[in-house]
T-cell receptor, first 114, second 114 residues
Framework: DVKVTQSSRYLVKRTGEKVFLECVQD?????MFWYRQDPGLGLRLIYF???????EKGDIPEGYSVSREKKERFSLILESASTNQTSMYLC?????????????FGPGTRLTVT | DQQVKQNSPSLSVQEGRISILNCDYT??????FLWYKKYPAEGPTFLIS?????DKNEDGRFTVFLNKSAKHLSLHIVPSQPGDSAVYFC?????????????FGKGTRLSVIA
């Protein structure tokens, strides 16, 4: 079974703090993704990565950066957290980004920025 | 511009009846479609998929229908059970367009009433 794990299920941070969200997958997938989910807005893609040290902007990259130093690990960084980044963050991985193999999601991190 | 649309934010169905969730798409390059199910505080899980070469795919109580000419797909759940209550996301992929991520709809919240 594919397993995608995220470092925290719940996180509370203060405005202006630097926040790291970690994601690890154990299936040797090339592709990894970060989404945020907000009510009424569905899943919005923040960044994705096709390979180690490679990254591509998604639909809403502003205020975020990512790091992929190892194939199995994809980190999302909020350089200076703001209250509008309070959200559910979801990491996913897939064998091929095009979706002929489905994306597998982690359990999510509920981030609250106060 | 939304390429994948789920026009019903919510749907309420009686236990034992059929649930029909709809999804429309605009990009004619999409050739692979997936449905994901998401419970609160969990990541989405893959439910069922369909390739554009088919018009129907069935898996137990779940059937997905694809109407390419109308650019429309639907997920049928028969019979609906209270455990089916969740948010359902439709996703699409253009596999021949290179390595691009899945495009998700905004989701439909299904409530199955006992």
């Amino acid at each position: 079974d594919v397993k995608v794990t995220q470092s925290s299920r719940y996180l509370v941070k203060r405005t202006g703090e630097k926040v790291f969200l970690e994601c690890v997958q154990d299936m040797d997938h090339e592709n990894m993704f970060w989404y945020r989910q907000d009510p009424g807005l569905g899943l919005r893609l923040i960044y994705f990565s096709y390979d180690v040290k490679m990254k591509e902007k998604g639909d809403i990259p502003e205020g975020y950066s990512v790091s992929r130093e190892k194939k199995e690990r994809f980190s999302l960084i909020l350089e200076s957290a703001s209250t509008n980044q309070t959200s559910m963050y979801l990491c996913a991985s897939s064998l091929f980004a095009s979706g002929s193999y489905e994306q597998y999601f982690g359990p999510g991190t509920r981030l609250t920025v106060t | 511009d939304q390429q994948v649309k789920q026009n019903s934010p919510s749907l309420s169905v009686q236990e034992g009846r059929i649930s029909i969730l709809n999804c429309d798409y605009t990009n004619s390059m999409f050739d692979y479609f997936l449905w994901y199910k998401k419970y609160p505080a969990e990541g989405p899980t893959f439910l069922i998929s369909i390739s554009s070469i088919k018009d129907k795919n069935e898996d137990g109580r779940f059937t997905v229908f694809l109407n390419k000419s109308a650019k429309h797909l639907s997920l049928h759940i028969v019979p609906s059970q209270p455990g089916d209550s969740a948010v359902y996301f439709c996703a699409a992929s253009a596999r021949n367009s290179g390595n691009t991520p899945l495009v998700f709809g905004k989701g439909t919240r299904l409530s199955v009433i006992a």
